[in-house]
């Protein structure tokens, strides 16, 4: 195994046997983001029994919460293993706080060996590994009901179809509709709406409406939205119990000390994305991280799904926060892992499909993200975007507009990053030809590996056809930018 499958796609068992490979990787320009590859081999049985247990609240479980929450937001037997469906990424079961911990050594053991390893180095985490997903799940509703009210007003004011972020409501309209529902009085909600949060528009944006969650607020006891079938009220966040509190709190704890090692380290942290029904709150989370992180330049990065649906409103939003609030955006962009557990999860258990309805659909969407991000890295210097994708018309794209941008490599706003063994025909004349890139490096014992390693083999079993034509094609075009001096050579 570690003379061929295990030796193409995973670095070493130790850190400290994979730094040759490090070394090597580094001499042609290629930097690494580690990651312990190890997972637990569980039964498909296993994995879903820890899924129900984890993801259902005590409520849920004596039978008074569940009839309340929305079908997506349900944790349901038959998409219990997270694991079905998906080849590119790595999936964590809650056992309990102590299994939790352990991950988070681990986390704390990759950042270390990051800082060492680069003074311009990232780590990965998933936010699943750090505590108990339920907190994730009910999260996650609790925002999408409140941004889907925030959208059933506007459409009552005729603003239905616009971008999300032009999305503008009269404030004394909305204090009519509010107060009509029965959520509030007209007294109270003025108190909702301060000169600190309009200024002097007299409209709400969307960006203003969410900041109403923030636990700046006192609205906890008007968390409460209208049910779209029924027309009843009910309270977007469930009770939790003590110690369902204190496995929130232990969550977010973990984020804390894993923000904080990375900032005294100097390596930036990549959160990764996840399941859409946990993904709003992870988003949510790491824009916390952001805010307090990310002051002087981009140290914690949010990844973007770009085979969502909203995958645009969703990133054109978070880089107005940071314009507003005066942090610095930071983002990973991806087009996804989940397609196809997403589209069949959606369609068995009956609600909107979020995935993009083509693979064209994807593909623009990704580029219009970028796109947008990009023009922002024009105006501010401060922003950084990694494109993750091993896409060659991607990585082509994405040369063009810097050029076109006058983004020169050298500044280090654009990163490209790839799998090891993975696309080396775009890695490593990226990195030769003086642009910031990365290979995710996982390491592991043999035997621990074998699920990467399996699902490695499911991605690459058509994905080296053609490989000898596209490392050609690009080392042609890195060449022709050269030659006509639109990038310099910067050699490692």
């Not at 977007?236 to 984020?255: C, P």
């Not at 978070?318 to 314009?323: G, I, Q, T, Y």
Request: glycine share 8%; proline share 3%; aromatic share 10%.
């Amino acid at each position: 195994m570690k003379m061929t499958f295990y030796g193409q796609f995973v670095a070493g068992e130790d850190q400290e046997s994979i730094r040759p490979l490090i070394q090597h990787n580094k001499a042609f320009g290629v930097g690494s983001i580690l990651d312990y590859g190890v997972e637990e081999d569980l039964s498909h049985a296993e994995a879903a029994q820890k899924e129900m247990e984890s993801c259902t609240s005590a409520a849920e479980r004596d039978g008074s919460g569940l009839s309340k929450r929305e079908k997506q937001y349900q944790a349901h037997r038959a998409f219990g293993d997270r694991r079905d469906g998906v080849i590119s990424a790595r999936t964590y079961f809650y056992a309990n706080e102590a299994k939790c911990d352990g991950h988070m050594e681990t986390f704390l053991r990759c950042i270390e060996a990051s800082g060492g390893a680069s003074n311009d180095g990232f780590s990965a985490i998933k936010l699943t590994a750090l505590g108990r997903p339920q907190f994730l799940l009910q999260f996650s509703e609790v925002l999408t009901k409140w941004r889907q009210f925030f959208h059933q007003m506007a459409a009552d004011q005729g603003k239905a179809g616009l971008a999300a972020k032009d999305m503008k409501l009269e404030v004394v309209a909305l204090q009519e509709s509010v107060a009509k529902m029965g959520i509030t009085s007209k007294t109270e909600i003025k108190d909702w709406f301060t000169a600190e949060t309009l200024g002097v528009s007299g409209t709400v944006d969307l960006l203003d409406w969410s900041s109403l969650i923030d636990g700046r607020t006192k609205l906890s006891k008007h968390l409460v939205v209208p049910n779209l079938e029924t027309g009843q009220l009910e309270p977007l966040l469930s009770r939790f119990t003590e110690e369902e509190e204190q496995q929130m709190t232990r969550m977010l704890q973990r984020m804390d000390i894993l923000a904080k090692k990375a900032t005294k380290v100097g390596v930036r942290l990549m959160v990764d994305a996840e399941q859409t029904y946990f993904q709003p709150a992870i988003s949510r989370l790491t824009l916390e991280m952001q805010r307090r992180f990310n002051r002087e330049q981009p140290l914690i990065f949010n990844t973007y799904q770009c085979y969502l649906r909203d995958a645009y409103d969703n990133v054109t939003l978070d880089v107005e926060l940071a314009r507003r609030e005066g942090w610095c955006f930071g983002a990973k962009l991806v087009r996804g892992a989940y397609m196809a557990q997403e589209r069949t999860r959606a369609a068995e258990i009956g609600y909107k499909d979020p995935i993009n309805p083509t693979y064209e659909a994807t593909n623009a969407m990704y580029h219009r993200c970028l796109d947008f991000v990009l023009e922002e890295l024009k105006h501010n210097a401060k922003t950084k975007v990694m494109v993750a994708s091993h896409n060659e018309d991607t990585v082509r794209f994405t040369l063009d507009r810097m050029e076109e941008l006058g983004l020169h490599p050298s500044t280090h706003q654009v990163y490209f990053g790839q799998l090891l063994g993975m696309c080396d025909q775009i890695s490593f004349p990226l990195g030769q030809a003086g642009y910031p890139v990365y290979k995710y490096v996982p390491y592991g014992p043999v035997m621990e590996v074998l699920p990467y390693l399996s699902r490695r083999a499911l991605e690459n079993s058509g994905i080296m056809k053609g490989a000898k034509r596209e490392r050609q094609l690009l080392w042609q075009e890195l060449m022709r930018r050269l030659s006509t001096g639109s990038l310099s050579y910067h050699p490692a």
